[in-house]
């Protein structure tokens, strides 16, 4: 079954619940975990979001990564290498009904770590474009509740324009 693609109001526990996995994700990394960063709409309060903790640790070299696939699958992580971007590693966790995405970047990638914490800080101090992200993301969970394709692709030009935003203000 496809994943069922649902938004929710801000939930207070999503800090904790990013830092309990962020605890295992550097245990797992070890030395070559430079920081972990809590990314996406659950990071952003007020937000409405779909359930899932999306996670960015950044490490000191990206093939190294890849030595720790296995240790990841033990607690149940699906290790998936780039899937569609250069140089990351992505890994989730929780099926269908997902629960946690990890994007994982070298430290050299300053471009795609700058991009995502970019975002995620413009949501947190931008009220506006915040409620109408969150009512974008309602209006297409509604629209393809099983179709996560469509969902991501009917949020693009918003997250693009704000990225733009940001990068012009830099």
Request: net charge negative; charged share 30%; aromatic share 10%.
């Amino acid at each position: 079954m496809p994943q069922h693609v649902t938004v929710v109001e801000y939930n207070d526990d999503w800090p904790v619940i990013f830092a309990a996995e962020a605890d295992l994700i550097r245990r797992i990394l070890g030395g070559i975990c430079v920081t972990v960063h809590h990314i996406g709409s659950t990071s952003v309060p007020r937000l409405a979001a779909k359930p899932v903790i999306d996670i960015m640790p950044v490490v000191k070299n990206i093939a190294e990564v890849d030595g720790s696939a296995s240790e990841f699958a033990k607690y149940g992580y699906e290790y998936l290498g780039e899937f569609g971007i250069p140089g990351r590693r992505y890994l989730r966790k929780g099926g269908d009904e997902r629960t946690h995405q990890v994007h994982i970047f070298a430290e050299t990638d300053t471009q795609n770590i700058k991009r995502h914490l970019a975002f995620r800080d413009y949501m947190r101090t931008h009220q506006a474009e915040r409620e109408a992200y969150a009512d974008l993301k309602k209006m297409l969970a509604e629209r393809f509740p099983y179709d996560i394709d469509a969902y991501c692709d009917g949020k693009d030009a918003f997250i693009k324009g704000i990225e733009a935003k940001v990068a012009n203000k830099a």
